[in-house]
Each structure stands twice: as C-alpha cells, then as structure tokens.
Nanobody, 123 residues
C-alpha cells in the first residue's frame, strides 16, 4: 500500500527555519515525482515545490523561491523541504504528494497524499 508520511512541522519565529520530511513506503520512490503543497485556513491548496523522480528538475512557487529548497534521497525513500527565512504567510498545513508524471506543480496532477504537517510562523 502506497503511503506518505510527513514530519518536521512546528512553531517557528519569523525568519526561522524548518526542514520537512516526507517518507514514502509501499512503492519505488524513483519512479515518482514528489510535490510539497500547503493549505492555509480559508485558502485553496497551492503548490510549493515539486521534484522529478531522479531529481533532475524542480519547480518552486514564486512566493518561496530563494527561501525553500526541495531535495530527495531515493535510497532513504525520503523527500525534504528545507524552509528558511520563514514568514507568517507561510503558515499552513504542508502536504507531500506523489505523481507518476512531472509537469506542473499543481495538486490535480498528484494522486497519492500524506496527512499533512502543521507549520506555524509566529512571534
């Protein structure tokens, strides 16, 4: 059974950093693109960053470029999202998701989803 489990969320002050992890099980991670998405209260889910199966391509939302970095370690079946210079507007539930194709970093392309991890940026 394909499963994704996120971790690493929490409360952080503005300007701080967090690293989210997404651990995959039940499938071969190399064959899947992985995306990080987030959803704030009252807002639609948005794509934050996506990475192709063999990490040759990445995509970032304009709002996080230069602050967030996505990476993957297929041997560990794990994808990371390093978040720096965090802002209050980054507050959201962050989800990782898997897709067998890598195109746009949009939720409709992703078929398998984790349960999410809360990130709160506040002083």
């Amino acid at each position: 059974q394909l499963q994704l489990v996120e971790s690493g969320g929490g409360l952080v002050q503005p300007g701080g950093s967090l690293r989210l992890s997404c651990v995959a099980s039940g499938f071969t991670l190399d064959n899947y693109a992985i995306g990080w998405f987030r959803q704030a209260p009252g807002k639609e889910r948005e794509g934050v960053s996506c990475i192709s199966g063999r990490a040759r391509s990445t995509r970032y939302a304009d709002s996080v470029k230069g602050r967030f970095t996505i990476s993957r370690d297929n041997a560990k079946s794990t994808v990371y999202l390093q978040m720096s210079s965090l802002k209050p507007e980054d507050t959201a539930v962050y989800y990782c998701a898997a897709s067998q194709r890598f195109s746009l970093c949009v939720s409709r392309e992703y078929d398998y989803w984790g349960q999410g991890t809360q990130v709160t940026v506040s002083s």
